[in-house]
C-alpha cells in the first residue's frame, strides 16, 4: 500500500490527541523508516497500539496504514513533544551512518530529553559492541562491559547515560541484541552472505566454527511490545538480552541453502562458499570509509558469543522465538521484495 495519496494521515504535525486511547497503548517510534523502526511500528500496530511515527521522509511502503507520521524532527522537541502528548513509550530506533558517529551521543541525548519531557519509557535497541574483542561466549545483562572499539566506547558511554539520568526523572530499558536480519534489505545476509545466491555463492565473514549471535528483527520488535505492556512492572532502568539465535557460520550457511532450495528449486551442485577478504578492506579502507568502520568490527565474527536471555524470560515470560529456518526463509523472500534501503547501514550499526 502506497501512503499519502492513500488517505494515510502525512501531515507534517499531529496536532490532536485521541482521547479514547489510553495513554499505556500508545507509542512514538523515532526514525520510524529504518529496518527497525519500520519492525516496531508493524510489531506496536498488530498489536492494537496507537503508533505515531517520526521520519523526515514519506512512509516506506510496507508501514501499516493506521500509523501516524510526524515530520519533526529531533532538533524540533517542543514540536515532537506537541504531536506525542500522552505517548507511553519513545522507541529509539535512530540508526546513524555506519561511518560518522559523532551525532550518536547527541541525537540520543535529544530523545532522552523528549521521552522526559513525556513522562514516558525510553527503550534503546543495544549492542554486542559494549563487551569488546575479549568477551566472554556467554553475555549477561551484568557481564562487565570493556569495549575495544571507538563505536564500543560511544555505545557504554551512551548506556551510562541513561543509567545516570534514570535517577534524575528518565524511565528506561535497554534491549540488547546481535546481528539484525529479516527486517528488509540492508543486513548481512542480504549485503554480503546471500548477495550472490542467485549464481550459486554463499560468503561468510568469519570462520565457520564460530558462534554468532543473531537476531530476527520482527521477533525481537515484538518482545519491545512485550516489553512496553509490562511497564508497571518494570523498574527505572532495566536492561534485557535478546537471545535470538546463536549458531555457527556452518549452520546458517546449510539453513540458508536448504531454504533457497525450497523456495528456487534444488540445485545440481551444492553452493560455492567463501569467505570476507578482511585484510583487504583494512588495505583499502582508507579509500572507502565503510571498509574501514566494518574492519574495525571484524573481530565479532571471530570471537564466539550468545546473549543469555534468562532475566528476559523472567520479566516478561515466553520470548519470541520464530523457528531459524522459518526465519531464514523469511528473510530470503523479504529481502527481494522492493524495500526502501537505509543507505551506508548494515545490521551491526545499532
Given at each position: 500500500?502506497?501512503?499519502?495519496?492513500?488517505?494515510?494521515?502525512?501531515?507534517?504535525?499531529?496536532?490532536?490527541?485521541?482521547?479514547?486511547?489510553?495513554?499505556?497503548?500508545?507509542?512514538l517510534?523515532?526514525?520510524?523508516?529504518?529496518?527497525?523502526?519500520?519492525?516496531?511500528?508493524?510489531a506496536?500496530?498488530?498489536s492494537?497500539?496507537?503508533?505515531?511515527?517520526?521520519?523526515?521522509?514519506?512512509?516506506?511502503?510496507?508501514?501499516?496504514?493506521?500509523?501516524?507520521?510526524?515530520?519533526?524532527?529531533?532538533?524540533?522537541?517542543?514540536?515532537?513533544?506537541?504531536?506525542?502528548?500522552?505517548?507511553?513509550?519513545?522507541?529509539?530506533?535512530?540508526?546513524?551512518?555506519?561511518?560518522?558517529?559523532?551525532?550518536v551521543?547527541?541525537?540520543?541525548?535529544?530523545?532522552?530529553d523528549?521521552?522526559?519531557?513525556?513522562?514516558?519509557?525510553?527503550?534503546?535497541?543495544?549492542?554486542?559492541y559494549?563487551?569488546?574483542?575479549?568477551?566472554?561466549?556467554?553475555?549477561?545483562?551484568?557481564?562487565?562491559?570493556?569495549?575495544?572499539?571507538?563505536?564500543?566506547?560511544?555505545?557504554?558511554?551512551l548506556?551510562?547515560?541513561?543509567?545516570?539520568?534514570?535517577?534524575?526523572?528518565?524511565?528506561?530499558?535497554?534491549?540488547?541484541?546481535?546481528?539484525?536480519?529479516?527486517?528488509?534489505?540492508?543486513?548481512?545476509?542480504?549485503?554480503?552472505?546471500?548477495?550472490?545466491?542467485?549464481?550459486?555463492?554463499?560468503?561468510?565473514?568469519?570462520?565457520?566454527?564460530?558462534?554468532?549471535?543473531w537476531?530476527?528483527?520482527?521477533?525481537y520488535?515484538?518482545c519491545?511490545?512485550?516489553?512496553?505492556?509490562?511497564?508497571?512492572?518494570?523498574?527505572?532502568?532495566?536492561?534485557?538480552?535478546?537471545?535470538?539465535?546463536t549458531?555457527?557460520?556452518?549452520?546458517m550457511?546449510?539453513?540458508?541453502e536448504r531454504?533457497?532450495?525450497?523456495?528456487?528449486?534444488?540445485?545440481?551442485r551444492?553452493?560455492?562458499?567463501?569467505?570476507?577478504?578482511?585484510?583487504?578492506?583494512?588495505?583499502?579502507?582508507?579509500?572507502v570509509?565503510?571498509?574501514?568502520?566494518?574492519?574495525?568490527?571484524?573481530?565479532?565474527?571471530?570471537?564466539?558469543?550468545a546473549?543469555?536471555?534468562?532475566?528476559?524470560?523472567?520479566?516478561?515470560?515466553?520470548?519470541?522465538?520464530?523457528?531459524?529456518?522459518?526465519?531464514?526463509?523469511?528473510?530470503l523472500?523479504?529481502?527481494?521484495?522492493?524495500?526502501?534501503?537505509?543507505?551506508?547501514?548494515?545490521?551491526?550499526?545499532?
Open positions: 500500500m502506497v501512503h499519502g495519496a492513500a488517505g494515510v494521515h502525512t501531515s507534517s504535525i499531529l496536532s490532536t490527541h485521541h482521547p479514547h486511547i489510553m495513554k499505556n497503548r500508545s507509542v517510534i523515532i526514525g520510524a523508516n529504518g529496518r527497525l523502526g519500520l519492525a516496531a511500528a508493524q506496536f500496530a498488530a492494537g497500539w496507537r503508533v505515531l511515527a517520526q521520519t523526515r521522509k514519506p512512509f516506506v511502503e510496507a508501514m501499516p496504514a493506521q500509523v501516524e507520521r510526524i515530520e519533526a524532527g529531533l532538533d524540533q522537541l517542543d514540536a515532537l513533544q506537541r504531536a506525542a502528548a500522552g505517548v507511553a513509550v519513545v522507541v529509539y530506533a535512530v540508526s546513524p551512518l555506519y561511518t560518522d558517529w559523532s551525532r551521543l547527541p541525537m540520543a541525548r535529544a530523545g532522552m523528549l521521552a522526559q519531557r513525556l513522562n514516558a519509557t525510553f527503550m534503546l535497541p543495544g549492542s554486542v559494549n563487551y569488546g574483542e575479549g568477551m566472554p561466549p556467554l553475555l549477561k545483562p551484568d557481564t562487565p562491559q570493556k569495549p575495544t572499539t571507538e563505536k564500543g566506547r560511544i555505545r557504554c558511554a548506556e551510562d547515560e541513561i543509567a545516570a539520568r534514570t535517577k534524575e526523572g528518565l524511565r528506561a530499558i535497554v534491549l540488547r541484541a546481535g546481528d539484525f536480519f529479516g527486517g528488509g534489505p540492508g543486513d548481512w545476509i542480504d549485503l554480503m552472505i546471500a548477495k550472490s545466491l542467485r549464481s550459486g555463492k554463499l560468503a561468510y565473514p568469519g570462520p565457520l566454527d564460530v558462534p554468532h549471535a537476531t530476527y528483527l520482527p521477533d520488535a515484538r519491545f511490545v512485550i516489553l512496553a505492556e509490562r511497564l508497571d512492572k518494570m523498574p527505572a532502568f532495566a536492561r534485557f538480552h535478546f537471545p535470538g539465535h549458531v555457527t557460520g556452518q549452520v550457511l546449510d539453513t540458508i531454504a533457497a532450495s525450497e523456495l528456487y528449486g534444488p540445485r545440481q551444492p553452493m560455492h562458499r567463501v569467505g570476507m577478504p578482511w585484510w583487504a578492506l583494512r588495505v583499502m579502507g582508507w579509500a570509509p565503510m571498509w574501514r568502520e566494518l574492519a574495525k568490527m571484524s573481530y565479532l565474527w571471530r570471537v564466539p558469543h546473549l543469555d536471555g534468562g532475566s528476559l524470560s523472567r520479566a516478561v515470560g515466553s520470548v519470541p522465538a520464530t523457528p531459524l529456518a522459518v526465519a531464514v526463509k523469511a528473510t523472500m523479504r529481502d527481494s521484495e522492493p524495500v526502501t534501503r537505509t543507505s551506508g547501514q548494515t545490521s551491526s550499526a545499532r
